[in-house]
């Protein structure tokens, strides 16, 4: 059964830094597209960045374009959000998901989502 296991939420000041992880098992992480959501209180599900599958290549939101990092580490089937310049508008909780359309920044596309972690951005 795939697992999608996100880590490394917290609170953090504005201004401050946060690594996102998510540990995939039971799915190869370079043969999916995997994408990284967000929710806050209220509001949809929103886009935040992804990474491809075959070429390992990322996009992004508008909303944290320049300022997140996102990447995946083959061996230990992990992928990660680097998050910098973190601003409280940030403040969500964060799921990880996979899916098998390319660049796709569609929630309906990805099949296979972690239950999320909260990041608090406090000003």
């Known amino acids: 059964q795939v697992q999608l296991v996100e880590s490394g939420g917290g609170v953090v000041q504005a201004g401050g830094s946060l690594r996102l992880s998510c540990a995939a098992s039971?799915?190869?992480?370079?043969?999916?597209?995997m994408g990284w959501f967000r929710q806050a209180p209220g509001k949809e599900r929103e886009f935040v960045a992804a990474i491809s599958g075959p070429g390992g290549i990322g996009y992004w939101s508008d909303s944290v374009k320049g300022r997140d990092t996102i990447s995946r580490d083959n061996g230990k089937n992990t992928v990660y959000l680097q998050m910098n310049s973190l601003k409280p508008d940030d403040t969500a909780v964060y799921y990880c998901?996979?899916?098998?359309?390319?660049?796709?920044?569609?929630?309906?596309?990805?099949?296979?989502w972690g239950q999320g972690t909260q990041v608090t951005v406090s000003s």
């Open positions: 039971e799915l190869t992480v370079s043969s999916y597209n």
């Open positions: 998901a996979a899916s098998t359309s390319p660049y796709s920044r569609r929630a309906d596309d990805f099949d296979y």
